[in-house]
C-alpha cells in the first residue's frame, strides 16, 4: 500500500522469538499463537498517517497530498515546512506569484510585517503594501505539528477602501453643508442686530444672499438624499416599462417653458426600456441643467435619443469651454467639480454626475462623457432596451358539434 510503512524489524524480533519458544517446547500451536497476538498487536499499534509521516515517503506524494489539503480553500493559504514553502493554493499562486512553492516564505512575502510573522511560530498581523501600493493583507500562521504550519491570507484592501470613502464622503458632506449655511448665519446674524444699522439696499442684498444660500442648501440637502436613496436600491433592478423617448421629450419642453429658453434642441424616438420613472426623470434633467450651466450661454443644446444594437442611446451636447482631459476619468466623483467657484455660482451641488453614474448603473447601463477644450461636451447614456411584449393568442374555440 502507498504510504504504509511496515515495521520490518520488530517482525522480525517476533519471528525469532517464536522460533525459539518452539524449539523450547511451547508447541507450535503456541508458538503461532502468540507470534499473531505480537503482529496484531504491531499492527494496532501504528501511528495514524499524519502529514509528517506522509512527508518521509516518497517526495511527489507528500506534496501532493500538501497541495490536495489547501488547494479547495477559496483565499490564499500556503503549507509551510519550517520556512519554506511546501505547497500553495491557487488563490496564492494568482496573488504572489506561479513560482510559490519550495521557495523561502520570508524570500516570497518580502515584508518587514510579513516577516516578523513568520519569525514567530503562530500569530496575526496586518501587512500593508504586500500585493500593491495600496493593499492591505491580514496574515495569520497557525501551527499544525512542531514541523508544519499554515499561513492564511484574507484581504481587508477593499473593506479599507469603503471607510476611507465613508470618511471622505462625510467630511466632503460637512464642508458642503457648513459653506451655505455659516453665510445664512452670518447675513441673519448683521440683519438682527440693531446696531448694524443696515441700509434698506443692503438689507435687500442681503436677503437676496440668505435665500439663495438657501435654496442651494435645500439642493445640496436633496441630493444627498436622492444618492442614498439611490445606492440602496442599487441591486434591485427596475422592472416598470418606461418609453424614454416619450419622458425625454415632456422634460425638454417643460424645461424650455418653465425657464424661457429655447436654446434647447431634442430629437427623440420610441425607446421602451425597464426602469424606474423617478430616476430616469431625475438622469434626464440633471444631464441638461448641467448642459444649461456649463455650455455657451448664446449656443444651443442638443438632446437627442436613438436606438441601436437593443439599447437606448441618450446623448446631451452643449457647446461651452470644454473640460481638460485630466478632469474626465473624475467628473462623477461626489463634489468633484473642475471649477469650484463657477460651480457653485451656477448653483452646482458637486453631486448631479455621481447621481447620474449610479442610476445608470442601477439600470444595468453605461455612462461616457467626452469632451474637447474649446468645442463642448457630449455626455451619452446608453440603456438596454426592454424586451418586446409577446401577444397571446386566445384559446382555438372548440370545434362545432357535427
Request: hydrophobic letters at 40%; one cysteine or more.
Amino acid at each position: 500500500m502507498t504510504g504504509l510503512s511496515l515495521p520490518i524489524p520488530s517482525i522480525v524480533v517476533a519471528l525469532c522469538a517464536a522460533v525459539v519458544m518452539y524449539f523450547a517446547g511451547a508447541g507450535l500451536w503456541l508458538s503461532l499463537s502468540i507470534l499473531l497476538v505480537w503482529l496484531a498487536t504491531l499492527w494496532l499499534a501504528r501511528p495514524e498517517p499524519t502529514v509528517e509521516t506522509l512527508a518521509r515517503d516518497d517526495g511527489s506524494v507528500s506534496r501532493q497530498t500538501m497541495i490536495e489539503l489547501v488547494e479547495p480553500f477559496g483565499l490564499p493559504v500556503l503549507m509551510l515546512d519550517g520556512q519554506r514553502i511546501a505547497a500553495a493554493n491557487a488563490a496564492a499562486r494568482e496573488e504572489l506569484g506561479t513560482h510559490l512553492v519550495g521557495q523561502d516564505a520570508r524570500v516570497a512575502l518580502r515584508h518587514p510585517e510579513a516577516i516578523r510573522l513568520l519569525a514567530k511560530p503562530e500569530g496575526r498581523a496586518l501587512v500593508r503594501g504586500l500585493t500593491g501600493a495600496r493593499s492591505i493583507w491580514q496574515v495569520s500562521r497557525v501551527p499544525i505539528d512542531e514541523r508544519y504550519s499554515l499561513i492564511e491570507m484574507v484581504n481587508r484592501t477593499a473593506e479599507a477602501d469603503i471607510s476611507r470613502a465613508h470618511t471622505d464622503f462625510v467630511a466632503n458632506a460637512s464642508h458642503e453643508l457648513r459653506t451655505p449655511l455659516a453665510s445664512i448665519i452670518g447675513y441673519v446674524e448683521t440683519l438682527a442686530d440693531p446696531d448694524a444699522k443696515v441700509d434698506e439696499p443692503t438689507a435687500a442684498r442681503f436677503h437676496a444672499t440668505v435665500l439663495r444660500e438657501s435654496r442651494r442648501l435645500q439642493s445640496l440637502v436633496e441630493d444627498l438624499m436622492s444618492l442614498s436613496r439611490i445606492e440602496a436600491e442599487k441591486h434591485e433592478v427596475p422592472r416598470d416599462r418606461i418609453d424614454l423617448g416619450q419622458l425625454v421629450g415632456s422634460i425638454g419642453s417643460e424645461v424650455a417653458m418653465t425657464s424661457g429658453d429655447e436654446r434647447i434642441e431634442i430629437d427623440t424616438t420610441e425607446a421602451v426600456v425597464g426602469g424606474d420613472r423617478q430616476q430616469l426623470d431625475q438622469l434626464v434633467r440633471n444631464l441638461i441643467d448641467n448642459a444649461f450651466k456649463y455650455g455657451d450661454q448664446t449656443a444651443p443644446v442638443k438632446v437627442k435619443l436613438s436606438t441601436g444594437a437593443g439599447e437606448a442611446h441618450l446623448t446631451v451636447t452643449d457647446k461651452g469651454e470644454g473640460i481638460h482631459p485630466d478632469h474626465l476619468p473624475y467628473l462623477t466623483r461626489r463634489f468633484y467639480r473642475t471649477d469650484p467657484g463657477r460651480s457653485r455660482t451656477a448653483g452646482g451641488t458637486g453631486l448631479g454626475l455621481a447621481i447620474v453614474k449610479h442610476i445608470v448603473e442601477r439600470h444595468r447601463g453605461k455612462l461616457d462623457i467626452a469632451s474637447t477644450l474649446g468645442v463642448g461636451t457630449t455626455v451619452s447614456v446608453r440603456i438596454p432596451l426592454a424586451a418586446p411584449i409577446v401577444a397571446t393568442s386566445a384559446s382555438p374555440a372548440a370545434g362545432s358539434l357535427s
